[in-house]
């Protein structure tokens, strides 16, 4: 397996086609625009596993796009991508991440051992919780 980073707007047919079977076609052109740092992770064949994201909206930077196909789920990939965000912020002194996560118990779960807490500002959702993750 690999991991390819980068911070370009090209992305390959299996990425997107990942991407849309979650979202919208709108919201996937929007999202891929406001990329600010993207993880993809690939087997040997250079089939997407899986990928996410780091966005900065205004001020904040926000965690995006953790997905990982369904045959290659619960076998710690979520995990890696995670993991390779998190080092991404430490690595450039980011003090806090946010997270606008959907209110499925099985993802909120994860967010939580992840780290992230409930934000307070809850505005302008409503299928979703806006979490936050502190860094030292």
Not at 33 to 45: A, M, Q
Not at 91 to 96: A, D, F, G, R, S
């Amino acid at each position: 397996k690999s991991l390819t980073t980068g911070d370009n707007n090209e992305y390959s047919k299996d990425l997107v086609d990942l991407m849309k079977s979650r979202k919208s076609v709108e919201r996937v052109k929007r999202e891929i625009k406001e990329k600010f740092f993207v993880y993809i992770l690939e087997d040997n064949t250079n089939e997407v596993i899986g990928f996410s994201s780091i966005i900065k909206k205004e001020d904040k930077f926000y965690y995006t796009w953790l997905q990982v196909k369904e045959k290659y789920q619960n076998k710690g990939y979520a995990k890696l991508l995670s993991n390779e965000r998190d080092k991404y912020v430490i690595k450039n002194k980011i003090k806090e991440i946010y997270i606008e996560s959907l209110l499925y118990k099985k993802t909120l779960s994860y967010h939580k051992k992840q780290g992230f807490i409930d934000y307070a500002d809850q505005s302008g959702l409503d299928d979703s919780i806006r979490m936050i993750k502190y860094f030292n």
